[in-house]
């Protein structure tokens, strides 16, 4: 099956951008959402398409994806990013969806 | 504005089964696909399967088949994810969360922490 990996923590100073890949086997050919979980709460989507926003979420978040790597990058990192994020796709060849093993963004 | 409310904590002995419902209000219920995903404590996003709130149909991830059983009823917007045989390790929060058109989550619902103890 196909398998997302994500570093398990990322530390960002104040003000500065944090980035968190996710890595899988010609991911630029799948689209990629982004979800930010904090503690004792469900997830919330942060970035759909690989790079659109939902309505209340910030500009500072963004995503890419080319090749084996895709990533979400949180520009202006604020004490409030503070969070579990995961990558997520659906994978067509198993119709299953998958999700990254997450990653922990400590803010500094 | 769409809500999904989940069902409450749960306690049960290995070899229980348990049952968690997901009651969906302020969108057209059968017009999404319900997806059932699971958190063991410390741990990362489980993906166990889906329900097509409008036909029933049901696919289920490998590792849960055999085991889960997704169903619905429309008369009351309510989404069901049954688990059987329950080992200590299904110790987990169990969410729904409804699939938009593009294959992302775009709702969830609050979780329901399901115990596995003797």
């Known amino acids: 099956s196909y398998v997302l990996t994500q570093p398990p923590s990322v530390s960002v100073a104040p003000g500065q951008t944090a980035r968190i890949t996710c890595g899988g086997n010609n991911i630029g050919s799948k689209t990629v959402h982004w979800y930010e979980q904090k503690p004792g709460q469900a997830p919330v989507m942060v970035v759909y398409?690989?790079?659109d926003r939902p309505s209340g979420i910030p500009e500072r978040m963004s995503g890419s994806n080319s090749g084996n790597t895709a990533t979400l990058t949180i520009s202006r990192v604020e004490a409030g990013d503070e969070a579990d994020y995961y990558c997520q796709l659906w994978d067509s060849s198993s119709d299953y969806y998958v999700f990254g093993t997450g990653t922990k963004v400590t803010v500094l | 504005q769409v809500q999904l409310v989940q069902s409450g904590a749960e306690v049960k002995k290995p070899g229980a089964s348990v049952k968690v419902s997901c009651k969906a209000s302020g969108y057209t219920f059968t017009g999404y696909y319900m997806h059932w995903v699971r958190q063991a404590p410390g741990q990362g996003l489980e993906w166990m399967g889906w329900?097509?709130?409008?036909?029933?149909?049901?696919k289920y991830e490998q590792n849960f088949q055999g085991r889960v059983t997704m169903t619905r009823d429309t008369s009351i917007s309510t989404a069901y994810m049954e688990l059987s045989r329950l080992k200590y390790d299904d110790t987990a929060v169990y969410f729904c969360?409804?699939?938009?058109?593009?294959?992302?989550?775009?709702?969830w619902g609050q979780g329901a922490l399901v115990t596995v103890s003797s």
């Open positions: 969360a409804r699939l938009s058109g593009d294959r992302y989550f775009d709702y």
């Open positions: 398409g690989g790079g």
């Open positions: 329900i097509n709130c409008d036909s029933g149909a049901a």
